[in-house]
């Protein structure tokens, strides 16, 4: 479904604040695969992320979605196939459009945009029963701009516009948190739901190791712009946060460190 | 004033597309398009030359909106396709359009006079009074159908695309709309609004000059501005509704000031300088006057409920 092969990534090359964000990272995910992705600050996440999107473009190697090449392809022409979450709730949205109008821009993805209506009688009856499924009572506020929903409100509106036209891949970028506890387990068991039902190939960057043990078939774990550790579903079953860090100091040589790492 | 007052809206009204133009660019794409300066008059030099060629008046305007969409391309191209600046691919263009005006127009100015125009002529409209009646009702239902054409433009897949493209450029991205071609698509319409006025305001006041057009963003900006103040923008009907009334209700204020004894009609760019100002500082003065307030309220509440909770335990 998704391959990447011999990918390195440079920000500032060749001057003093060169950085190597990613080094020859190789990665292969089959379908229905849900990757967690766990690492320091600086460790490559966002840019792998950046990488599948097509926000960044690579220096060497290739990403092939689907049997296609795609590393050269502009952001908007490989959003046909890849829906995404950001860490910001206010990224995911339009603020001053309406929730439907917002939900017509997320249905239209791959497809040509013409002169039709972008929200028709047919779509709004399929709109309410997709935002139904979120069961925050959305469905009753089509007609209300983004703008006027909280955070939580936002991320889920913006998980449902990313999943609902069924992308080959999803990517979840720390999707969860900018949010309160609460909503950040609200959005996090949508997400489960969402992906299982809709059997999407994701990738989730989180920094909760609890969630990224629990959650999906398969967890990576990034250092200094390489994969270090790789457990597939048997592995993880077995898997408990001491471990993890223990493995991590074992192969890295330091202490993992994220501002934002929560452990329980 | 009452007596002239027909004719001010109706003047108005011809602008009202001018104002359109302005809102897409300066609303939905959210920066100010200063090509506006030139592609009014682009629009004003080829219905004024196509006339004069003895092409139809209705063909002229054809003509001015394609004019103006085409300078607005260029505009566009500069912004994305060069990735200079907004407001800087808007100077440039505006400055290379002086030029291509004058080449357009081959004279400073151009005079439609006694020649026939879409409007009816001065002794047309003595032999029939009531003309006036039906050119001013005919531009009204002109400008709200144009108004509403584009409402709908607005709610279509691309028009959603623009749209987003203005409020989050990213989200749309990654929705698989190319910003570049949205913006494009609004900074062509938008100039082309922009020409049709200019083409419609040579015909009605029987000139075009080279210099019709300076100053003409600020008169936009104005006109947005105060039909914001006043008709607000729930929704994007209200919204157009506000930048194409607003251009009617900016020309009254003028008609007004000017009206003022030590007034003079050279000062009509500084007084249009001035409401653009009051426009832009005092709702944002406002905001955080209300704002502030609402914070010191909360602070005396938590204030008052704290030395309550405090008394009890003293207590």
Same mark, same amino acid.
Not at chain 1, 59 to 78: D, F, M, P, Y
Not at chain 1, 94 to 102: C, L, R
Not at chain 2, 258 to 264: A, D, Q
């Given at each position: ?13 060749? &001057? ?30 966002? &840019? ?13 190697? &290739? ?8 590393? @050269? ?38 497809? @040509? ?8 009688? /047919?779509?709004?009856?399929?709109? /309410? ?35 609902? &036209? ?59 712009? /390489? ?38 | ?79 994305? !396709? ?43 409209? !003595? ?6 009646? *039906? ?65 419609? *305001? ?57 009206? *003022? ?55």
């Amino acid at each position: 479904m998704l391959e990447m092969r011999n990918v390195t990534k440079l920000f500032f090359p060749g &001057t003093l604040d060169e950085k190597v964000a990613l080094v020859d990272i190789n990665l292969h995910l089959n379908a229905g695969d849900f990757v967690t992705i766990i690492g320091s600050n600086g460790a490559g996440k966002s &840019t792998l992320m950046n990488i599948i999107s097509g926000g960044l473009r690579p220096e060497t190697g &290739t990403v092939t979605i689907n049997g296609t090449e795609v590393q @050269s392809l502009s952001e908007h022409k490989r959003s046909e196939w890849i829906g995404r979450v950001f860490q910001d709730p206010m990224a995911g949205t339009a603020p001053n459009m309406t929730i439907e109008e917002n939900l017509a821009i997320a249905y239209a993805r791959g497809k @040509s945009r013409g002169l039709r209506f972008g929200v028709t009688h /047919r779509k709004r009856v399929f709109f /309410r029963e997709q935002l139904s499924l979120l069961g925050i009572g959305l469905e009753n506020r089509l007609r209300a701009k983004v703008g006027q929903l909280s955070g939580g409100e936002r991320q889920a509106l913006s998980l449902l516009m990313a999943t609902f &036209t069924k992308p080959q891949i999803l990517l979840l970028d720390e999707h969860t948190a900018a949010l309160d506890p609460n909503r950040a387990e609200l959005i996090t068991r949508m997400t489960e739901k969402l992906v299982r039902e809709l059997r999407l190939t994701t990738l989730m960057v989180t920094h909760n190791m609890e969630q990224a043990i629990r959650l999906g078939n398969r967890l990576i774990m990034m250092d200094r712009g /390489r994969i270090i550790l790789d457990f597939n579903e048997e592995e993880k079953k077995e898997l408990t946060i001491e471990k993890l860090l223990q493995e991590f100091e074992k192969i890295s040589g330091h202490k993992l460190s994220d501002d934002k790492m929560v452990f329980g | 004033m009452l007596q002239t007052l027909p004719a001010t809206i109706q003047l108005g009204l011809l602008y009202a597309l001018m104002s359109l133009g302005v809102y897409i660019t300066f609303r939905i794409l959210n920066f100010p398009d200063l090509t506006v300066d030139g592609s009014f008059t682009t629009g004003g030099g080829i219905a004024a030359i196509m006339i004069i060629q003895g092409y139809n008046p209705w063909l002229a305007l054809v003509g001015a909106f394609f004019g103006g969409l085409l300078a607005g391309l260029c505009t566009g191209l500069l912004h994305t !396709k060069g990735k200079i600046n907004g407001l800087l691919s808007g100077i440039l263009m505006m400055i290379a359009l002086h030029s291509i005006n004058n080449r357009i127009m081959g004279t400073p100015n151009i005079s439609l006079f006694r020649i026939e125009t879409i409007f009816p002529s001065t002794s047309e409209l !003595k032999a029939h009074p009531h003309l006036v009646w *039906v050119v001013f009702v005919c531009v009204a239902l002109g400008v709200l159908v144009i108004k509403l054409l584009l409402d709908l433009f607005l709610h279509t897949d691309i028009g959603l695309a623009l749209r987003a493209t203005g409020d989050n450029d990213r989200m749309i991205r990654s929705f698989g709309a190319n910003t570049d071609v949205t913006k494009i698509i609004g900074i062509s319409l938008s100039n082309g609004l922009v020409a049709l006025s200019g083409g419609l *305001v040579a015909q009605s006041s029987g000139y075009a000059d080279v210099y019709m057009g300076v100053g003409m963003i600020v008169i936009g900006l104005a006109s947005v501005i105060i039909g914001e103040a006043i008709f607000g923008t729930r929704n994007v009907f209200f919204a157009t509704m506000a930048a194409a009334l607003g251009s009617v209700v900016y020309r009254i204020i003028v008609d007004l000031a000017l009206r *003022v004894r030590w007034l003079e009609a050279s000062d009509l760019k500084m007084i249009t300088a001035f409401i653009v100002i009051v426009a832009l500082i005092v709702p944002a003065a406002q905001k955080s006057w209300r704002s502030s307030n609402t914070a010191r309220k909360r602070a005396l509440e938590l204030n008052a409920e704290q030395n309550a909770a405090g008394g009890e335990r003293h207590a």
